[in-house]
């Protein structure tokens, strides 16, 4: 009984993330979102009390995501700057091929200043961007900067930036295309000269695999 309860409440944060996709946070209703699981609003109103609840369930499945990605970079032995390389390029793929991702994104962007407020996952982002900024100053990859929080603002504004190039409907190749080229000019910033060559700023390595799960 509990494995089926868990199969529905997937299923309905699925087909929210496609309703809040579709419609927006603001137009999309239980009752399309109980229609799209294919199951009840009572099934719905069992799981979730209210749409803010089901939008909350939709961007922590997001979290869960992104935190798999970061741990199985950090278990593989990934240092921490080309994980940032790693966690932008992924990004860039996940936005086109997850629509918890996408939806996660786009309700934040909504409900900002919502009262009350709902979960917020570009922080979430950025909690995971200033770690492995802390993690690559400590291990000594990062360049000496006049500001201390030089290296977290500029990340954490590229990656709600890699969101907002997303949502003008920039096709995906193009997106991915655009991420490189910033590393490309962020790379020498941000890391010595010296350090350059141990990273690849495409993360080519990353996208075989990411095609190869597609």
Known sequence: MQARSERTRRRLVRAGAQMFN???????????????AGLTKGALYFHFASK?????????????VLREFVHG???????????????????????HGDPVIRA??????????????????????????????????RAGELRGHTFADGPETLLSAVVCGIGVLFGTGMPPPELRLRVGALWD???????????????????S??????????
């Open 22 to 36: 579709r419609n927006g946070y603001a137009s999309a209703t239980l009752g399309q979102i109980a229609e799209a």
């Open 185 to 203: 000019s962020l790379l020498p910033a941000l890391v010595p000269a010296e350090h350059m060559g141990r990273y690849d700023v495409h993360a």
């Open 73 to 95: 970079q950090r278990a593989a032995g990934v240092p921490p700057v080309q994980a940032l390389i790693d966690m932008t390029h992924w990004l860039a793929w996940t936005l």
């Open 205 to 214: 390595a990353l996208a075989e695999g990411l095609v190869g799960a597609v």
């Open 104 to 137: 996660s994104f786009r309700i934040t962007n909504e409900c900002t200043g919502r009262q009350p407020p709902v979960t917020d996952f570009h922080q979430a982002w950025i909690t995971e961007v200033l770690r492995l900024i802390d993690r690559a100053r």
């Open 52 to 64: 803010d609840g089901l939008a909350d369930a939709v961007q922590e499945q997001g979290r869960s």
